[in-house]
């Protein structure tokens, strides 16, 4: 269809000047807690934009977070190929659906034969909130071991 990913769309308009050498996926936080996404399962069938005529009119409630990150992998994979892509687990927030979350996370990487930065395992991995600030994002003191944990993990 020649269609491309809203990745490849931001990434053309804002980063177009500039040549990166991986692709770095982090996230998904707010998909489960601000969008209440199902977890769902790694049998879920991956959503690609090409499935849809109109993100705006989704249902989200017929979509899981297993679907969509693994939909987001897949048109990477499409628009970038040939760029290492690594999935950065969720760092330990205390909420109860993270460790499904990060299970997700784990199994999709393994699906597509991509490395993983396990920050959900790391020394992070705290109930004392310390690392973060807002309950979601590491502060200056975490991004410095989350930097050495991707570093060792990723062997760059």
């Known amino acids: 269809s020649g269609a491309k990913s809203i990745w ?6 804002r980063l177009g000047i ?6 770095n996926l982090f996230g998904g936080t707010n998909d489960i807690y601000d969008n209440n996404l199902n977890v769902g399962t790694i049998d879920d069938t991956p959503l690609l934009d090409t499935d849809v005529e109109d993100l705006t009119t ?17 048109m990477l994979m ?26 997700i996370q784990m199994l999709a990487a393994q699906k597509y034969g991509l490395k993983v930065v396990p920050f959900y395992y790391s020394e992070l991995n705290s109930q004392n909130y310390q690392w973060l600030c807002s309950g979601f994002h590491p502060n200056q003191i975490a991004a410095r071991i989350m930097e050495k944990n991707f570093v060792e993990y990723i062997n760059l």
Do not use: H
Not at 8 to 13: F, I, L, V, Y
Not at 79 to 102: E, H, M, Q, S, W
């Open 58 to 74: 989704l249902d989200l409630s017929q979509v899981s977070f297993a679907s969509a990150f693994m939909g987001c992998i897949e």
């Open 78 to 103: 499409r628009d970038f190929p040939g760029k290492p892509i690594f999935i950065c687990t969720l760092l330990y927030n205390g909420y109860a659906r993270t460790p499904d979350v990060v299970k």
């Open 18 to 23: 500039y040549d990166f050498d991986y692709i």
């Open 8 to 13: 490849w769309r931001c990434c053309n308009k």
